[in-house]
């Protein structure tokens, strides 16, 4: 999540800017689309940005409105886990020898 050091609430946007270590950004957004919830990903306007903080393939970045309550939120939190979730490796139960 960035930035890893978070700023005071009064100086923050309504902005939640992460990387996903196992998917590229836009993969990932592209299956959140299909649970219901609409994100960006890529470079943003200031391709440096990502860059900076090393992640090679961009963010992918969350604005709710001012006026999501918690049954927003935890749509958006389940479907970020459904996303995930569908690119987990599968336990297919047997151990490898």
């Not at 990387?19 to 649970?35: D, G, H, K, N, R």
């Amino acid at each position: 999540v960035f930035p890893p050091k978070p700023l005071p609430w009064s100086q923050r946007l309504g902005i939640l800017s992460f990387e996903p270590l196992s998917i590229p950004p836009t993969v990932l957004v592209a299956t959140m689309a299909q649970f219901g919830l609409h994100a960006r990903a890529g470079m943003m306007c200031a391709a440096w940005a990502p860059r900076s903080v090393q992640a090679q393939d961009g963010f992918v970045r969350l604005s709710p409105p001012e006026t999501a309550d918690a049954a927003e939120f935890e749509f958006g939190l389940q479907c970020l886990q459904q996303a995930l979730q569908a690119f987990a490796p599968q336990d297919t139960g047997q151990s490898k020898q």
